[in-house]
């Protein structure tokens, strides 16, 4: 099934800062889904965007798709030390029918540091 | 409040017993998921359902069973069979139909295996 590679998998960066987290999938999608999840809770959906958009942005946040290489980029701008947390991104694979489950793959654990 | 609850937050189990892990939503949601995380990994797909009285298989489904008899009761059990069941246990739900709906995600139960 289709599952998102995030790369890195850590990352630690300085408060203020802009933090790039990439993700890789395999095949075509219908969407991308990124979402968070702090230490030992459940996971929160941070953005959508859709296979035949190319930059979303969404607060501090922007995203992009590449559909050609098959990648998307998760941007948080002026980092906080709240945004420590794993970013996961989802990819919807366009299977072409409705049978619409999310694959997450490992993560990115961003620590943003005071 | 609209959301998902997950009960209990913590359980421990022994060996050779079968335990229920709670997953109730109010946003009447026709989809509901169950996912496993083990430490430092990403989401594994155990069951999904996708309307009442009908749910599918997901990439880790062995030694585990669920029941949809209600649209905001999605129960998972761990039996027996389940080799290593210690892990935190991920309900999430979406609206169904349609691809561009996100995923909200119970805040989770952590089953030990004494």
């Known amino acids: 099934s289709q599952q998102g590679e995030e790369d890195p998998q850590a990352l630690s960066i300085q408060e203020g800062e802009n933090a790039t987290m990439n993700c890789s999938y395999k095949t075509s999608i219908n969407n991308l889904q990124w979402y968070r999840q702090n230490s030992g809770r459940g996971l929160v959906h941070l953005i959508l965007?859709?296979?035949?958009?190319r930059e979303k942005h969404s607060g501090r946040l922007r995203v992009t798709l590449d559909t050609s290489k098959k990648s998307s980029s998760l941007l948080i701008t002026a980092s906080r030390a709240a945004d420590t947390a794993s970013y996961f991104c989802a990819p919807l694979e366009d299977s072409g029918g409705s049978n619409y489950k999310l694959t997450f793959g490992k993560g990115t654990l961003l620590t943003v540091n005071p | 409040d609209g959301g998902i609850t997950q009960s209990p937050k913590y359980l421990f189990r022994k060996e050779g017993q079968n335990v229920t892990l709670s997953c109730e939503q109010n946003?009447?949601?026709?989809?509901m998921y169950w996912y496993r995380q083990d430490p430092g990994q990403g989401l594994r797909l155990i069951y999904y359902?996708?309307?009442?009285?009908?749910?599918q298989k997901g990439d880790i489904a062995e030694g585990y069973s669920v029941s949809r008899e209600k649209k905001e009761s999605f129960p998972l059990t761990v039996t027996s069979a389940q080799k290593n069941p210690t892990a935190f246990y991920l309900c999430a739900s979406r609206d169904f139909p349609g691809p561009y709906n996100e995923q909200f995600f119970g805040p989770g139960t952590r089953l030990t295996v004494l």
């Open positions: 359902s996708q309307i009442v009285n009908d749910f």
């Open positions: 946003l009447n949601h026709d989809a």
């Open positions: 965007i859709r296979s035949n958009e």
